[in-house]
Structure formats: C-alpha cells, structure tokens
C-alpha cells in the first residue's frame, strides 16, 4: 500500500492531529484536501503542544512535503501565521510546503459575513466556527469564488473583488451592516500575499501523482468528520466541503483508484461542537465528567464540546460512506477513568441514520460489561500492546469492531506520540 486516507468518522475532533502526525512518520507527502482553517489539530511534539490549522500534519517532520489541496479554502492572513508560529519551533524550515492554484481564498468579508450569520437570531444558526468558512465555499458554488491562481492576475483578482463587491454589500446591508467591500485594499493585501505563496503553488493533482509514481508514501489528511459532510452528514448543520473519502479525489484531483486504504478515526467516545443533533450527547453530571476527563474543548475556538457515549450505528454509517478499511479508536485513557459505560447499540423504532436521518434518532443504550477497574485510566495510557490493556478494554474494541465490520488498526492511548498501539501497518 502507498497511499492511505485518514478520515474523522464522527462529527470532527476525533483526534486526527495526533494520529497524521504519527502516520506521517513514515509517509513522504501529507495532503489535506478539504475544509480550512475551521480544523485544528493538535500535535504534541516532545511535550509542545502545537495546534495546526491549515498546514498539514506532516509538518512536524522536516522534509515531508505537505500540500494544501484544491478542495481546500485558504485564509492568507492565518497561514502565514501558522507558518510563522511553526518555524518558531523550528519547523518548516525548508521548502515543504505546497498550496493548490485552485484552492479558494478566504477573504476578511468571508469572515464577517460568517460571524454576522451566526449573530442573527435566525433559525438557521449553525454554530460554525466563524472563519468564514460557508461563504467561501458558497462564493465557489456561485463561481464568483477567488481562487489562488486568481491572486497570481492582478487584473483578473480586481474584477472578480468587484463581482464580489457587487453581491456581498447588499447581503451585508441586510443585516444592517454598512460594511462595504474595499477592492482597491484588498489588492494591495493580495499583491503581499503572492510574494511568499506565489513560489509554493502547484497543479495538487500532479503532485499526488508524482509521488505515487516515485513509489513514495501518501497520506490524505481529512479534516472535520463524516458527519459534518456537506452531503452525507446532518444536515444543515454540517461543514461547506466534502469531508469524507470521496472528498479526497475531488479535493485534490486524482481518481479513486488511487486510494488504497481508508482508515477512520473515532474517539472512543462522542463529542459534538456547534448545533445540530447528537443522539448520545449526556446532559448534566455524566456529560461534564466526559468533558473534564478528555478536555474537550474546541482547538479553533475554545467552546466546550457536548459529550456522549459512543453511537455505534452512527459509526457504522460514517464506515460505509467512507468504506473504511481501518478503524483508528483514540481517547481510549480517557473512557477507562470512568468507572462504567454505557454504548448505543441501536436507535428506536429500529430507525436507520441512513435512510431516515438523525433528527428524530433516540438512542438505545447497553451496558458495557466487565468495564472499570482500579487505575485503568493510568494502566491504558501506558499500555504499549493490546495485551497491556486490561480485558475488558480490549472486548470494548472488539465490540465496536465487530459492530461496524472494520478491523481496528491503530489504538491511541495518550495525547502523546508514544501513547499508541499500532496494530496494522499504515503503508
Ligand atoms: P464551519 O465549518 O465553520 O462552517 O462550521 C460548521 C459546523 O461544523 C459547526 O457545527 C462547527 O462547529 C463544525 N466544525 C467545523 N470544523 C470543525 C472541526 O474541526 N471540529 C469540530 N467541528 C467542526
């Protein structure tokens, strides 16, 4: 195998971060290939914590080329942040970095139009993550999109700001914002812009291939999960790209034949950020306890994350959109502090997520059996084998691997590195 896609198969923040970086390892180039800088992905680095947001995960090793994809939407402004944050811990040192001429920019009117939206009382409120996300995916489904390569045409960029100007400044007088769209400035910001990404853009879809075809390593790096897919996740209240699979070849264009494996990563619990359904999510004591034990809170935006059980026929949904062929579980340490659990094994009226939808799903719980035991928390977060944990933990896996029909293939048991069971090999 040369080249695997490493997907989020619950509703975001299932631990990618952690997991591409330690995949990455072994891979030559790391590709994102949707979403932007709504992400963030927590990396510890000898015991630094670092959160990346755009920039690919693979960024932790020098050398490894990270490509920043077409299906991708890019805020210059924050990039050259992230860059700059990286290189203080000395990374990025080199000329690893790749960005796809046909990736959306995110401009300052994207921003706050996001965060207008969301301030409105209206029904609609999603809880996105105000980073100007949805506009600019709209922008692009509207084809008055600003892509990189529009940034390289000083010509072309001013007449597509102003076709922008001319939609945007109504939508913002309806919110009773006198905001206007100032295309001269943005120009001059672009101009500075293209002096330090003009020399990292490339044709993505080439530059897949070309690492295929030297026989080199390739990770695809999801962002968000399956479940806030524009198309298969619940609806509407999803994100504005394609975070599956399939996202992986639109995103960065290149057949589906070239993916070789898929693995998707659930925490071993749920958690949930933003509006929208969450059959599992625990109101009260037992959610906190959840929260408390795994520090969920928001990467990007520090909000507390809703937490649950785990929801096994939503992960089989998210197994079958994606066709996984691996199942990474992590936040292992973290359930084993409680002391029992519960999982969701079905929903009522034997309704199916699939066909019916989430909206009306009412959990159906089973106790897990033969679970908590003294300093479990501890004895998994240093467990380095299946055969280290205890038995009740490693029956939880095989419960959930048997569920969902996908052999578990990697087990993280700690934020850190070290803290992982590989059980299959990546490529
Ligand atoms: P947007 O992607 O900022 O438009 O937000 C849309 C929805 O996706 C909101 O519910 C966000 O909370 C959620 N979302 C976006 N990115 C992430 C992520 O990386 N983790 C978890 N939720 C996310």
New binding site residues.
């Given amino acids: 195998m040369s080249t695997l896609a490493v997907v989020g198969a619950q ?3 299932e631990g990618k971060g952690k997991v591409v970086d330690v995949l990455a390892a072994e891979a030559d180039l790391v590709a994102r290939f949707a ?1 932007g800088n ?3 992905h927590t990396l510890v680095v000898d015991g630094v914590k670092i959160v990346t947001h755009l920039v690919p995960s693979g960024c932790t090793y020098p050398g490894t080329r990270c490509l920043l994809g077409a299906g991708m939407v890019i805020d210059p402004e924050v990039f050259a942040e992230e860059i700059a944050q990286l290189r203080t811990h000395g990374l990025l040192a080199g000329d690893e970095l790749r960005v796809s001429l046909d990736a959306h920019v995110i401009f300052e009117f994207h921003r706050e139009l ?1 965060a207008l939206r969301e301030d409105a009382s209206t029904a609609q409120t ?6 100007g ?2 506009p600019a995916y709209e922008a692009k489904a509207a084809r008055r999109g600003i892509r990189i390569r529009d940034l390289l045409r000083p010509d072309r960029l001013r007449e597509r700001l102003e076709h922008n100007k001319r939609a945007l400044e109504p939508e913002f007088a309806r919110f009773g914002s006198e905001r206007s769209v100032s295309v001269d400035a943005l120009c001059e910001a672009a101009a500075r812009w293209v002096e330090w990404i003009g020399p990292m853009t490339c044709d993505a879809g080439a530059e897949v291939l070309e690492f295929i075809g030297a026989g080199k390593s390739v990770l695809f790096e999801g ?3 399956a479940l ?1 897919d524009v198309d298969h996740g619940t609806y509407p ?4 790209s394609s975070t599956i699979a399939g996202g992986v070849c639109t995103g960065l264009g290149i057949g589906p034949t070239l993916i070789d494996g898929v693995w998707g990563i659930t925490k071993a619990y749920t958690t949930r ?4 359904p969450f059959p599992t999510k625990l109101d009260g004591e037992r959610g906190d306890q959840i929260r408390a034990a795994g520090g969920e809170y ?1 990467a ?1 935006t520090g909000r507390p994350r809703d937490c649950g059980w785990l929801d096994l026929p939503a992960l089989r949904l998210a197994a079958r959109r994606n066709g996984l062929t691996g199942l990474v579980v992590t936040k292992l340490d973290v359930l084993a502090q409680l002391p029992a659990i519960e999982i969701c094994t079905r929903y009522q009226d034997d309704l199916d997520p699939g066909r019916d939808g989430f909206d009306d799903a009412v959990p159906v719980y089973e106790p897990v059996a033969g679970w908590g035991g003294p300093n479990w928390g501890e004895q998994v977060s240093n467990a380095r084998s299946l055969e280290q944990l205890p038995a009740g933990v490693r029956a939880y896996l095989d419960l959930v691997s048997d569920y969902v029909e996908v052999p578990v293939t990697l087990v993280s048991v700690g934020p850190g590195r070290e803290q992982t069971i590989r059980l299959t090999a990546a490529f």
């Fill in positions: 509703w975001g923040d979403g709504n992400a963030g996001d999603i809880g996105t993550t105000r980073r996300i949805g962002a968000q999960g806030l209240y999803v994100t504005s950020v933003g509006a929208g928001g990007t």
